[in-house]
């Protein structure tokens, strides 16, 4: 137990500091970067909390794939930072929102679910999270799980709708053209004599 | 003494774990060292060429000159590059190809994590790797590189769901995502590992492995007649053969789980029958594994030999409008063959 407190505050800070990282780095591909190390750190102390599946889940879906393509975006953007406007009403609103967020979490971390008291018995070993998780999401939330699948479908058709547009002077391929094609149809052997070009 | 460090018996399991590691490491950069000699001596073959014949008897001694010349080679900074992370982006690279071996089993209890969710464990990992190569293409200022990276980051996103989907038909036939699981619901003998119902699917993980590793034919990463080198154009010395070694890894490492997941990883094909109990060579063990893994590695070689490269826009098709809806019907195929009782 002692070894994994030292874990977890090791997480813990390389979590912190690389949160931080992520909101005041100038540079967008740093913070990208530091975005992409806080999300590692914090899969790591899911980890330690034994939530084996979704520590993974986290790593392969937002590492793996997310930001991937978002760090692809910001690559994508011009080097220079564009200069930050502050102005005086954003800021009032950010100070409300984040005080809202402080609340809401203190709340909730002074709830007696989070007491030292409440932390369950470590699961035995042959214990599976991920078998349980999967028996939970099939049986008692179906209905939910089915539900945020089709709004995910709704969201990718969506997309698609959204960015497809059928342009007239728009070329493409048909591969299984180009894969009918024969050395007869490109190709034509001579006798070797110049011809008068055709 | 604080008491963390008189809890003796978990730091004597650290080192247990790191001595593993290094029992798996070791022998993998050795193989690393001759699977670039034995690609050059396959590929050279194929091309009637006699490959590296010179260091050494037929040539055996290459892959320890070229380790000899890479290390003490300078390693360049260019100028303007973003120093940090030009230098760990190699580093970024090598670490989740070698990190996924903790799970990989080689024998019935020769492994040095058997965890749960093993599968996906290695499947996070490998998807990691890309980040070594986008860091990389975007530190080193060049546009060649940004490029390489930029289509590296495309293909393994796109391949990566392909690839996922393929192995969701080797869960549905296991029904565990512990690979040491998986490979012993394969056991009975040859017809009964997974390549026979699942060959659509066996055909899309090899080829997207391909992709992911992005080997020949995928390589436009590299393409070095647009790109020069890709990723790794500003790379010299010891930086470039920390991203050569994670590439052969990961070739290895795609190897070693096309045996596992497929081919029934240390089981003998004889499993069962008189012969294997009579010659116990011909029974189960790591040799079978190892002989599977090189086939594989072969593959590989062969491809690479083969195969002219892709173009990028037959790279997207073929990954999102053949492969993806290849799996899915396979997946409704199995779950329709489990739901009546055509698979056991």
């Known amino acids: 137990m002692a070894f994994q407190t030292l874990l977890f505050y090791l997480f813990g800070t390389v979590l912190l500091a690389a949160a931080t990282a992520a909101v005041t780095l100038r540079n967008m591909v740093h913070a990208a970067l530091s975005l992409i190390l806080s999300f590692f750190t914090a899969a790591m102390l899911w980890m330690l909390l034994e939530a084996e ?21 910001v690559m994508m953007v011009e080097r220079h930072t564009p200069t930050v406007h502050r102005r005086r009403n954003y800021r009032i609103v950010a100070s409300a929102v984040a005080a809202v967020m402080v609340a809401e979490l203190g709340m909730a971390l002074l709830a007696p679910d989070f007491s030292p008291a409440a932390q369950p018995p470590p699961a035995p070993l042959e214990y599976s999270n991920t078998k349980a998780l999967g028996s939970v999401l099939y049986t008692d939330y179906a ?3 089915e539900a945020a699948a089709v709004a995910l479908l709704v969201a990718i058709v969506g997309a698609i709708a959204l960015t497809l547009r059928v342009r007239p002077d728009h070329h493409r391929q048909n591969p299984a053209r180009q894969s009918r094609v024969r050395k007869q149809d490109r190709l034509r052997l001579t006798d070797g004599r110049s011809e008068p070009p055709c | 003494m604080p008491d963390w460090m008189a809890d003796l018996s978990v730091w004597l399991r650290v080192g247990e774990i790191l001595l593993g590691a290094m029992l798996i490491l070791l022998p993998l950069l050795a193989v690393v060292a001759y699977y670039t000699y034995a ?19 037929r040539g055996l001694f290459q892959p320890i000159a070229d380790v000899l010349k890479l290390l003490t080679k300078e390693v360049v900074l260019p100028a303007q590059a973003s120093r940090g992370l030009f230098l760990v982006a190699p580093l970024a690279a090598l670490v989740p190809a070698l990190g996924a071996w903790a799970v990989v089993p080689f024998d019935d209890g020769l492994w040095l994590a058997n965890i749960d969710a093993g599968l996906l464990y290695v499947l996070a990992l490998t998807s990691l790797g890309a980040y070594g190569i986008i860091i990389a293409g975007w530190a080193s200022n060049s546009k060649y590189a940004l490029l390489g990276a930029m289509r590296q980051a495309a293909q393994v996103v796109s391949y990566e769901i392909a690839m996922g989907f393929a192995l969701v038909g080797v869960l549905m036939l296991s ?3 512990n690979l040491a699981a998986i490979v012993q619901a394969q056991s009975g003998g040859i017809l009964d590992w997974f390549f026979l119902p699942l060959l659509p699917l066996l055909l899309v993980y090899l080829v997207s492995g391909v992709a992911e590793t992005n080997r020949l034919p995928f390589d436009v990463v590299e393409g070095e007649s647009e790109l020069v080198a890709g990723f790794h154009v500003e790379y010299s010395g010891s930086a470039f053969a920390v991203f050569f070694l994670a590439e052969y890894s990961a070739m290895i490492l795609i190897s070693a789980l096309t045996a596992i997941l497929f081919f029934g990883g240390w089981l003998s094909p004889f499993e069962g029958t008189q012969l294997a109990q009579a010659v116990p060579v011909l029974d189960s063990g790591i040799h079978w594994w190892l002989l599977k893994t090189a086939f594989f590695m072969f593959c590989f070689l062969w491809f690479r030999a083969t195969f002219p490269r892709y173009r990028y826009d037959q790279i997207m098709r073929l990954g999102w409008k053949v492969f993806i809806p290849v799996t899915l019907i396979w997946i409704f195929v199995l779950g329709a063959a489990r739901y009546t009782g055509f698979t056991g």
């Open chain 2, 175 to 177: 029904g565990s995502l």
């Open chain 2, 39 to 57: 690609e050059r001596k396959v590929v050279g073959f194929i091309q009637m060429r006699l490959g590296p014949s010179r260091v050494g008897p």
């Open chain 1, 143 to 145: 209905l939910a799980f």
């Open chain 1, 53 to 73: 599946f979704l520590s993974i889940l986290l790593v392969l879906v937002y590492i793996g794939a997310v930001l991937v393509l978002f760090l692809f975006v």
